[in-house]
């Protein structure tokens, strides 16, 4: 059976994905790649049934505001996009708890008939989907529908890429902000997030 030790892993990710799947790591380090296959399924189907209408957190998830009016974000809403399902499950719940109504797509296309269909105050782009050609054509397309539904949507991309002419072409087309995935990515998302 092949294992991991010859394979580069995040370990430290692997045991999020156990979090995330409410299962316990193994005591030992020897994961498997079946191991690693049957956790990855497991997660996907947690949050299958998260986002599935019979389940009675899929509305909550992506439909539930905060009670109190700390958060200023009462009302509002945010279209998250990410190729990964890790990625939109984090930020659906910081967002959901920020007091945002959530919706996610995973593809551009989904993305773009979700965004003709509801109105969103803020979008949150990844731009490798699956790669930046596909991330720069969705930008561009999402700001086309902004001026011609003259929406006042901030559109805010996200990446792994260090690239500054990656920063530049996005802000050229048209990206309120830009934040790469760094240490508190998250945490500058909703900082400028905030800004109107």
Same mark, same amino acid.
């Given at each position: 059976?092949?294992? +991991?030790?010859?394979?580069k892993?995040?370990?430290d990710f692997v045991n999020k994905l156990y979090m995330l799947a409410e299962k316990t790591p193994p005591e030992n380090a020897d994961i498997t790649l079946d191991d690693l296959k049957q956790l990855v399924d497991a997660?996907?189907?947690k949050i299958y049934k998260l986002k599935t209408p019979q389940s009675g957190n899929?509305?909550? *998830? $992506?439909t539930s505001k905060r009670d109190d009016s700390?958060?200023?974000?009462?009302?509002?809403?945010? +279209?998250i996009i990410d190729d990964l399902c890790i990625i939109t499950y984090q930020l659906?719940? +910081? $967002?959901?708890?920020?007091? *945002?109504?959530v919706t996610v797509a995973k593809d551009i296309y989904d993305a773009v008939d979700k965004y003709k269909k509801f109105k969103f105050n803020l979008v949150i782009m990844d731009l490798f989907l699956p790669t930046e050609k596909e991330g720069f054509i969705l930008l561009e397309e999402l700001v086309k529908l902004r001026e011609m539904k003259s929406l006042d949507t901030r559109i805010g991309v996200i990446t792994a890429s260090s690239k500054a002419e990656?920063?530049?072409?996005?802000?050229q087309k048209g990206a309120d902000f830009y934040v790469e995935k760094a240490e508190n990515w998250q945490k500058n998302l909703v900082e400028l997030s905030a800004i109107k």
């Open positions: 059976m092949s294992d +991991l030790h010859d394979i892993v995040d370990l997660v996907e189907s899929a509305q909550k *998830f $992506y700390s958060s200023g974000y009462e009302d509002e809403s945010v +279209l659906g719940v +910081l $967002y959901k708890n920020l007091g *945002f109504h990656h920063r530049e072409i996005c802000i």
